[in-house]
């Protein structure tokens, strides 16, 4: 059986799937008896988006002298957002006002996120990740989706490495809020990339679609995945807002539209996927069911808002106390089970 985490993206609501992670880890450690359980260990394949991609980075990252184990917790990559998410989306009332009249492209300079990436990432790079992983973005001068392969980083040298702090400003680099991503390749090749979210909130169907790839003998049967979202913004947008203001001025609900109907289209054709292969149960999806309780906005990172985006993920976490408890219970066996026979063996000998 291959494990799969797939991780939406959704800006500061990245909380969310974030929240759901750390109380994962903490049932894994409590049913192992062992304290420095981690995610990284249990899933055997991770896929993110924006967010997502970050949260992706941070669960996979190496310890220095052993990087074949994670460093950092599910709690290190929360506290990611919670510490720094008013600092990312923080841009002056003048920048505002002149975002309201058209007069600048994007609401937020890249610097505070690129210095919080840099923090954690430094000159770490995408082939040292510990496990296979894909990260999205959009190439928008090639107008074709990008993806960040742990896999093909080890396999294709510099050509297809980045530094990892590069890889997770351009998924996250969401139009309107944040400039195009220019970044470099290890052996200089330039990509000008945006936010993997214009084509995949929710990419499960690339992270499945990857693992198939990779085991040629393997089918749907032999898949488990959860998948985590952020919630799927049920805003309502007036047609006279739309028809009177700037391009600039109606970005971010076009982004928000966008990206809500890309992840609920994916979770429709994954979810029948797998139940028409009467298997149903290997596909479990949380996020939570209503937003109302908070400012939806990908941006709104106060640290009012940031704390509701806690008691909304901690509310949602005890409605799914029984699922959670059933990934767990299912990832523990596979471990066991996988101590005698790593199923991925067969890939990771291809690298």
């Given at each position: ?10 800006g ?54 052993n ?36 007069l ?16 954690y ?40 490495d980045?530094?990892?702090?590069d ?5 996250s ?5 944040f ?20 084509f ?6 690339c ?46 609900a ?11 289209s ?6 029948q ?20 309780s ?26 799914n ?5 059933y990934i767990?219970a ?22």
């Amino acid at each position: 059986m291959k494990n799969i985490l797939a991780l939406d993206g959704g800006g500061i609501r990245g909380i969310i799937p974030a929240m759901v992670l750390v109380a994962l880890e903490e049932k894994l450690q409590k049913q192992t008896m062992d304290t420095n359980a981690r995610i990284a260990s249990y899933f055997d394949f991770i896929a993110g988006t924006s967010s997502g991609g970050i949260l992706t980075s941070i669960l996979l990252y190496p310890e220095e002298g052993n990087p074949s184990q994670p460093k950092f917790s599910a709690r290190d990559a929360l506290n990611l957002f919670v510490n720094h998410g008013t600092e990312i989306f923080n841009a002056s009332k003048w920048r505002h006002f002149l975002g309201g009249f058209g007069l600048v492209s994007e609401l937020y300079s890249p610097i505070p996120l690129s210095n919080v990436l840099d923090k954690y990432f430094q000159n770490s790079r995408l082939s040292q990740l510990i496990k296979p992983c894909i990260i999205t973005a959009y190439n928008v001068e090639l107008r074709k989706n990008h993806f960040f392969r742990q896999q093909k980083a080890i396999t294709h040298g510099e050509a297809r490495d980045f530094y990892l702090k590069d890889v997770c400003r351009a998924t996250s680099a969401a139009p309107t809020f944040f400039p195009v991503a220019e970044i470099y390749s290890l052996s200089k090749t330039r990509y000008p990339l945006v936010d993997g979210g214009v084509f995949a909130q929710n990419p499960s169907i690339c992270a499945l679609l990857e693992v198939l790839k990779a085991f040629n003998s393997t089918q749907i049967n032999d898949m488990f995945m959860v998948s985590l979202g952020t919630g799927v913004s049920k805003t309502a947008y007036n047609y006279e807002h739309f028809k009177k203001n700037l391009a600039i001025q109606i970005g971010p609900a076009l982004v928000d539209i966008m990206t809500s109907a890309s992840s609920e289209s994916t979770e429709f054709f994954i979810k029948q996927l797998f139940r028409s292969n009467g298997k149903q149960q290997n596909y479990l999806r949380i996020e939570p069911s209503n937003l109302s309780s908070i400012n939806a906005a990908l941006d709104a990172a106060s640290m009012n808002n940031i704390q509701k985006l806690i008691s909304l993920s901690d509310k949602m976490i005890s409605e799914n106390e029984d699922t959670l408890d059933y990934i767990v219970a299912h990832l523990i066996k596979e471990k066991n089970q996988k101590e005698k026979k790593n199923p991925w063996s067969k890939l990771m000998d291809k690298f």
